[in-house]
């Protein structure tokens, strides 16, 4: 009885992880800089991730590989923001700028950190 709950509740996850993956996937082809993009892989990246890892350990029955797929999601939830941070920090650096569509990017922190050429 509680096998079969624990079954349905990790297919739920599984299929709830598929859909953030998918919004991620689609937020990648569909926002117009890496800056947005970066946004869209990781929150909803980290958010299916995250769902499709907790299934995994909710079907899997084994302490082991809940455990691991436990310390799967807070490596991922630890790790994607700052890299996507640092990503996002090289390419300001490196002369790339938000798109500034409708004046949505008001404000600009890095605007005076950009290294000097030559």
Not at 25 to 46: I, Q
């Amino acid at each position: 009885m509680i096998g079969q709950i624990f079954q349905y509740v990790a297919g739920g996850s599984l299929v709830l992880g598929a859909c953030f993956s998918l919004l991620a996937a689609l937020g990648l082809l569909r926002f117009p800089d890496l800056f947005t993009r970066l946004h869209a892989a990781t929150k909803a990246g980290t958010v299916g991730a995250g769902f499709v890892l907790l299934a995994v350990a909710l079907a899997s029955f084994d302490l082991s590989v809940s455990l691991r797929a436990l310390g799967g999601i807070s490596f991922i939830v630890l790790t994607s923001p700052v890299a996507a941070h640092l990503l996002a920090r090289a390419t300001y650096l490196s002369g790339e700028r938000p798109l500034n569509i409708s004046n949505v990017t008001v404000v600009n922190e890095l605007e005076n950190e950009r290294p000097s050429k030559g």
